[in-house]
């Protein structure tokens, strides 16, 4: 492989196997997984639940370890464990620190990722602007509804600027109005920011805003396709085309 392919690739995966305890009480989440996830590329994970989408989004990220096979991340500089800001992360269920504010919250990452207070503050304050929450700035996360504070994780999953994102579910516990919206504002501000996005949801009207499908299966990825009409430059903004057998299944 060329060096050039290589850059292509954010993230590869090969016979990825993830396998949960031992014995007779062992799980096998995420079976021989085989893909690649390109720049730009806006997945949409879909499946069952318990058909291995959060533990595959948790390999993605580097916060799990595969049993077999290998994940490598070459247009990520290798893996983004324990590099903070490298991935954005947004989670199902209320995941903002209590004690700060919305502002504090967003600009966590941004210390956590080496920026001084005053670049981080400043930083948080136009991701909230970018995500049009910029009045919310000194609320509690507790004075929060549930659509406002996944809006704000959502702005805060891209106060690095990663070039990945990675959502678990970010609109499973919203009515469908509110979802919209929170899905409106994760699709168009991973576009404004050329990332890749691998969305995980049970919600079709949203998955079916996400230009490419991967749907999950006991643990295997048993289909990917490109949505009908979807043009090359809609799957990834570098113009990469996701090509017929590309994830074995
Ligand atoms: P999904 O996100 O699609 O609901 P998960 O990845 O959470 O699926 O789970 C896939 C399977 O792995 C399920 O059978 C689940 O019970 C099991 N599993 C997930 N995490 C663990 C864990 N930490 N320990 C044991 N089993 C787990
Ligand atoms: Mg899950």
Redesign the pocket.
């Given at each position: 492989m060329t060096a050039h392919a290589n850059a292509a690739e954010l993230i590869r995966c090969a016979g990825l196997s993830r396998t949960?305890?031992s014995g007779a009480?062992a799980?096998?989440?995420?079976r021989d997984v085989t893909g690649t996830l390109r720049p730009g590329m806006m997945v949409a994970l879909t499946?069952?639940?318990?058909?291995?989408?959060?533990?595959?989004?948790?390999l993605l990220a580097g916060l799990d370890e595969p049993t077999s096979g290998t994940i490598t991340w070459p247009g990520l500089g290798g893996s983004p464990f324990g590099r903070p800001g490298i991935v954005g992360m947004v989670l199902q269920g209320p995941s903002l620190l209590p004690p700060l504010d919305v502002a504090e919250n967003v600009a966590l990452p941004l210390l956590l990722a080496g920026h001084g207070e005053k670049e981080a503050r400043e930083r948080a304050g136009a991701a909230l602007a970018e995500a049009g929450l910029d009045d919310l700035a000194a609320r509690l996360p507790e004075e929060l509804s549930g659509g406002q504070s996944q809006r704000v994780a959502v702005a805060r999953a891209l106060a690095t600027r990663p070039r990945l994102i990675l959502a678990?579910?970010p609109t499973g516990q919203l009515d469908s109005a509110h979802a919209a919206v929170v899905g409106t504002l994760l699709l168009d501000a991973t576009a404004r920011l050329g990332a890749a996005l691998v969305l995980?949801t049970h919600d079709e009207a949203l998955a079916s805003r996400l230009p490419v499908r991967w749907q999950?299966a006991d643990?295997r990825l048993i289909a990917h396709e490109v949505a009908a009409g979807a043009a090359a430059d809609a799957v990834t903004r570098q113009g990469s085309i996701v090509v017929e057998g590309e994830l074995s299944c």
């Open positions: 949960h305890g009480a799980v096998t989440a995420v499946g069952p639940s318990g058909s291995g989408k959060s533990t595959l989004l948790h678990d579910e995980c999950m643990g």
